[in-house]
């Protein structure tokens, strides 16, 4: 019983951090915010939390999302995700940052227990953002990853 609690609120949390994020990127760009097309831009020195976790190839990534034709129906982002090589996707609270595989390989992987989640504090810029259909901003490409940190938040005190 405290285990399926514990996950109903660890997925509402989850939730409630992904909307804040979003709302947080939309913010950096304004009204230049890049829908449903590929956009060439550049913003420095951005600061986001990765997830902790190993990085999944860019074809595989795609795949995964390809499964719901009717939201992620953007053919120019399917083709630019299958036309990658060396590079991975990590995700963070709101959005999946594609970043070069060396770049990602330098980020600690840390095994989360249940009730722990473990993020790398990452700065670097962005300069594509590609959204898989329905005007989501979901991938956005990074260059000059750099870690500033890594950290554990316990989700529930015992």
């Given amino acids: 019983m405290k285990k399926r609690y514990l996950l109903i609120v660890f997925i509402i949390l989850m ?14 760009l304004g ?6 097309e590929e ?19 860019t074809a595989e990534d795609w795949s995964n999302m390809d499964s719901d034709q009717v939201t992620y129906n953007n053919n ?5 995700m299958e036309g990658l090589e060396g590079y991975v996707v990590l995700p963070t609270n709101g959005d999946y940052l594609v970043m070069n595989e060396t770049d990602a390989l ?24 590609h959204s898989p259909g329905n005007g989501m901003i ?21």
């Fill in 138 to 158: 979901h991938y956005l490409l990074v260059e000059d990853v750099e870690l500033q940190n890594t950290f554990t938040k316990t989700l529930f005190e015992e």
């Fill in 76 to 80: 120019d982002t399917r083709d630019w």
């Fill in 39 to 57: 956009n060439d831009f550049e913003i420095e020195n951005v600061s986001f939390y990765v997830y902790a976790i190993s990085p999944r190839s």
């Fill in 106 to 129: 330098k980020l600690p992987v840390i095994e989360d227990r249940l009730a722990d989640v473990s993020y790398n504090n990452i700065t670097c810029k962005i300069v594509e953002a």
């Fill in 31 to 36: 009204e230049d915010s890049p829908v449903d």
């Fill in 15 to 28: 939730f409630s951090i992904s909307s804040v994020s979003a709302g947080i990127f939309t913010s950096l």
